[in-house]
């Protein structure tokens, strides 16, 4: 099976713009969680979406939104972007929540200038 | 609450020698544990969970995790490292009973010396 992708790999925005990246989980996994990951504060949980619902979400502003296809191919967006914002986001895919084990795309390093 | 605490912001082991990266964690019920490695510029791997069962789990590249309810923790070893183990290990938690995410670790940075 092919692994979790993301696109795209690198973007590079400047403030007050907007930005989409787009996150497609292992066939058949119906499981799509997002991090922000930055040196100061680590990994930062940001949503949780399962067959189309967003079943957690994080502390995050409103900026920071995301939602998940029927084919659980998954988006999130932040408007508005701030310097704050540059980090790697991660997206990892898992057959359902509970007890199964997420598998991690390579992640999308945004920065923000 | 659920909640992961890697004491060890850093840990340096010389090859050859036993390794072990620490993790405790908060739960109201039980847990399911989880270990993931980083290496740089790349997302989270996979090596080992605990679900229910045996203490002592076995994973992937030769790590087990001991998991001890008494002292709520769920410790990372290996009995021999590696310098290609060098990398940022993450520790993460999910409370069986309750829908809540995935909660991990602020990260241990495990550098194996030649």
């Known amino acids: 099976k092919a692994g979790v992708t993301q696109t795209p790999r690198y973007l590079i925005k400047t403030r007050g713009q907007q930005v989409t990246l787009s996150c497609s989980p292992i066939?058949?996994?119906?499981?799509v969680s997002w991090y922000q990951q930055t040196p100061g504060q680590g990994l930062q949980f940001l949503f949780e979406y399962f067959s189309e619902t967003q079943r957690n979400k994080g502390n995050f502003p409103g900026r920071f939104s995301g939602r998940q296809f029927s084919n659980s191919r998954s988006e999130m967006n932040v408007s508005t972007l701030e310097l704050g914002d540059s980090a790697l986001y991660l997206c990892a895919s898992s057959e359902r929540t509970g007890n199964n084990e997420q598998f991690f795309g390579p992640g999308t390093r945004l920065t923000v200038l | 609450a659920q909640s992961v605490a890697q004491p060890e912001d850093q840990v340096n082991v010389a090859e050859g020698n036993p390794l072990t990266v620490k993790c405790t964690y908060s739960v109201s019920g039980n847990p399911y544990l989880f270990w993931y490695v980083q290496y740089p510029n790349r997302g989270l791997q996979f090596l080992l969970k605990y679900i229910t069962g045996d203490n002592l789990v076995k994973g992937s590249y030769g790590f087990e995790a001991e998991f001890n309810k008494s002292q709520t923790s769920f410790h990372l070893k290996k009995p021999s490292a590696l310098v290609s183990d060098s990398a940022l290990y993450f520790c993460?938690?999910?409370?069986?009973?309750?829908?809540?995410?995935?909660?991990f670790g602020s990260g241990t940075q495990l550098t194996v010396l030649p």
């Open positions: 066939s058949g996994h119906r499981s």
């Open positions: 993460a938690v999910r409370d069986s009973g309750s829908a809540r995410q995935l909660t």
